[in-house]
C-alpha cells in the first residue's frame, strides 16, 4: 500500500464529491482501505479528519460563490446542507461572520485543496524490529468503535477497563485494533472496528480450553511478520507520536507494507507516566 498515493487519490475523490452526500465509508472504499484505517492515516498525514477537510472545503467554496452573488439557500443546498438554518451555523463558524455579511464584503476564510506529499527530515533515529511471530490467542475484552470517534472513546474505554471489578482481574497490557473486516453482524462495509484490551490467552488459567471469563474472548490472530516499534515516553504521548512517525516517516520509504488486518500495543512493566516508559506498536506487515 503506497500511503501517500492512497490518501492523494482520495483527497480527488472527495473533491470530485463536494457537492454530493459523501460517507467516511464511501471515501475509503474508493482507494481500497477499510474506514478504520484510512481515518487514521489521513488524520495523522493532515492534521485534520476526513470529515472536516470535507466540510472546510465545501464551506470555502461556499463563502466564495455567495460573496460573487450567488443566492444563499442554492448554495447551502448544492454543498449538502438540508436547512438554510444548518448552513448558517456552520458558515459562521468557519468564515467568523454569516453568508449575509459575506454577501456585503465582509473577509472569509479559504482552505484550498491538500496534497500529501513526503517530507524528509532528519535528526530521530526509528527504533524498531522485524520479527516473525507464531499464530497468537489472546484473550481481550472488546467492544465495537466507530473510525470517527473512536480517538476519544477508545481512552475512555481503558479508564472502564481499569475501574471494573470484573476486568481488571485479567492483565491489561495490551490494545488490539481487530479491523481487517467489518464486524460480525455487518454485511457491508462500515466505519465500526472492534478494539480489545487484555493479554496473552496463556496469562491466564484456563482460557485456551475453553474457560473464558465472564466479559471475555479470544481472539485469534494468523502467523504474520510483525514491524516492532519501540515507544519511549509518557505512553499516550509516546503512542501518538510513534504512530504520526510510521506514516509519515516509515510507510512511505520503508522495504516493508502493512498488512490492514490487526494492530497490538503493548504496554510494558513501569511508571507509564515516566520520560524513561517503554511500550511498542506492533504491526503485521510483508515485503513490498
Not at 490472530?221 to 505512553?235: D, L, M, N, Q
Amino acid at each position: 500500500m503506497e500511503w501517500v498515493k492512497a490518501i492523494n487519490d482520495a483527497i480527488e475523490f472527495m473533491e470530485k464529491n463536494l457537492t454530493e452526500k459523501i460517507t467516511l465509508v464511501e471515501v475509503a472504499d474508493s482507494v481500497n482501505i477499510s474506514a478504520f484505517h484510512f481515518h487514521h492515516a489521513f488524520t495523522i498525514m493532515t492534521g485534520i479528519t476526513p470529515a472536516e477537510y470535507i466540510r472546510n472545503r465545501r464551506l470555502s467554496l461556499a463563502g466564495a460563490e455567495i460573496a460573487k452573488g450567488d443566492k444563499i439557500i442554492d448554495v447551502a443546498f448544492k454543498y449538502c446542507y438540508e436547512t438554510p438554518e444548518s448552513f448558517t451555523k456552520a458558515f459562521s463558524r468557519f468564515h467568523g461572520c454569516s453568508p449575509m455579511q459575506a454577501r456585503k464584503g465582509r473577509a472569509l476564510q479559504f482552505m484550498s485543496r491538500y496534497t500529501v506529499r513526503i517530507s524528509i527530515e532528519g535528526g530521530c533515529i526509528m527504533e524498531f524490529k522485524i520479527e516473525k511471530w507464531d499464530a497468537l490467542d489472546l484473550l481481550v475484552h472488546a467492544k465495537n468503535f466507530h473510525a470517527e470517534t473512536s480517538d476519544n472513546e477508545i481512552p475512555a474505554f481503558w479508564g472502564e477497563y481499569f475501574s471494573n471489578e470484573t476486568t481488571k482481574k485479567i492483565p491489561g497490557y495490551l490494545g488490539v485494533c481487530a479491523q481487517g473486516s467489518s464486524p460480525e453482524g455487518l454485511a457491508t462495509p462500515s466505519d465500526v472496528f472492534k478494539y480489545g484490551i487484555g493479554c496473552r490467552a496463556s496469562d491466564v488459567e484456563g482460557a485456551l480450553s475453553g474457560n473464558i471469563p465472564e466479559g471475555f474472548e479470544l481472539l485469534h490472530i494468523p502467523e504474520y511478520t510483525w514491524a516492532v516499534f519501540k515507544c519511549v515516553g509518557p505512553a499516550g504521548q509516546a503512542i501518538s507520536d510513534m504512530w504520526d512517525r510510521i506514516y509519515k516517516e516509515w510507510l512511505p520509504t520503508a522495504d516493508y507494507e502493512r498488512i490492514l488486518d490487526y494492530d497490538i500495543e503493548n504496554y510494558l512493566p513501569g511508571d507509564m507516566d515516566s520520560p524513561d516508559y517503554v511500550c511498542e506498536i506492533c504491526l503485521p506487515v510483508r515485503k513490498k
